[in-house]
């Protein structure tokens, strides 16, 4: 990305390239039957909002989670399009997308993930830092974290919410 941003052509064609079957699988494990046509529209669509949007990436941050930021809008967009639109019979979680959203991925794919996501983590006051943690990606409760933060429940989720928040800002802001 580095290299594409300062206008090297091939190596921007080999990004786009490198991305495209990332890309593709991301939506594959997200769509359900009535929309799996639609995967390559999406890659086609999160290709094109990479390019229109690729001076707004930051390279002190995770390329792929700022490409996953683009994708998982675009597949938002594409669900809410589709709940309004001429499938609104089929039935569409969208009150509950984190199930739909959930990436089940190889390992390799994983570990990448991961160090990406401590990556974004360590830009964060190490109080936010460890309830993301804690509620996101261990899993605990709320009430849990509270407890073991000597925090409300209240000041936890406030912490979460503004941590997101900052972690969504050092993105661009989403897709």
Do not use: C
Request: zero cysteines; a positive charge; hydrophobic letters at 45%.
């Amino acid at each position: 990305m580095l290299s594409a941003l300062d206008g090297d052509g091939p190596a921007y064609r080999a990004l786009l390239e490198a991305l495209t079957p990332r890309l593709r699988t991301y939506f594959q494990r997200r769509l359900f039957d009535g929309l799996a046509a639609q995967t390559d529209d999406l890659v086609q669509d999160t290709l094109l909002a990479i390019h229109n949007r690729r001076l707004t990436f930051d390279p002190a941050l995770p390329l792929l989670a700022w490409v996953h930021a683009i994708a998982r809008h675009k597949l938002i967009d594409t669900l809410r399009r589709e709940r309004r639109g001429a499938r609104a019979g089929l039935p569409l979680p969208l009150d509950d997308l984190a199930d739909l959203l959930a990436d089940p991925q190889p390992h390799a794919a994983q570990a990448e993930d991961r160090r990406d996501v401590e990556t974004l983590l360590a830009a964060l006051p190490a109080r936010s830092r460890d309830v993301i943690t804690k509620v996101r990606l261990e899993g605990k409760t709320l009430a849990e974290t509270a407890a073991e933060t000597g925090l409300s429940v209240a000041s936890v989720k406030v912490i979460i919410h503004r941590g997101l928040a900052a972690l969504k800002n050092r993105l661009g802001g989403g897709a």
